[in-house]
């Protein structure tokens, strides 16, 4: 008996050490109402202006399966992040809880866009239309397979 729990031990302490290291991240934050304190939400800067959101993200690089990159008109690149079926329905749980509120993109621990949530999303997709580097893209390509 104290051998197969032994086992079972030394196999999850492997496991959680044999997992993938990411090369980049996404985390996408609702906005938070300031009277939440401090436990829920934080104030940052956030483009240029103090926004409060909340602590723990709505999505983040777990949730996506994978993306399909853009050359932005301005010189950036924008994304399209394909999510999996626990970030399709916090995307569009978000959607119908937060309509007519925002949720704000950092990708690589930079703020990169706010999205308006004004519909429904369901089909678990997240568009940003530029402000990534070409570093950015290739980081997210070793992360996620390219889709079309």
Do not use: C
Request: proline content about 3%; overall charge positive.
């Amino acid at each position: 008996m104290r051998s197969a729990a032994l086992a079972v031990f030394i196999g999850l302490f492997t496991t959680s050490w044999g997992e993938a290291k990411t090369h980049s991240t996404l985390r996408v934050h609702a906005e938070a109402n300031p009277s939440n304190g401090p436990v829920f939400s934080t104030q940052l800067e956030f483009l240029g202006r103090m926004v409060t959101i909340e602590k723990i993200p709505t999505v983040s690089e777990n949730d996506v399966t994978g993306i399909q990159s853009y050359r932005g008109a301005d010189g950036t690149h924008g994304v399209l992040f394909q999510l999996n079926d626990h970030g399709r329905l916090a995307l569009d749980t978000a959607s119908v809880e937060r309509r007519g509120g925002v949720l704000f993109v950092f990708i690589n621990g930079r703020p990169i866009t706010e999205l308006r949530v004004d519909r429904r999303v369901s089909d678990g997709k997240i568009y940003i239309a530029s402000g990534l580097t070409a570093n950015d893209i290739e980081l997210l390509k070793k992360d996620w397979p390219a889709r079309k």
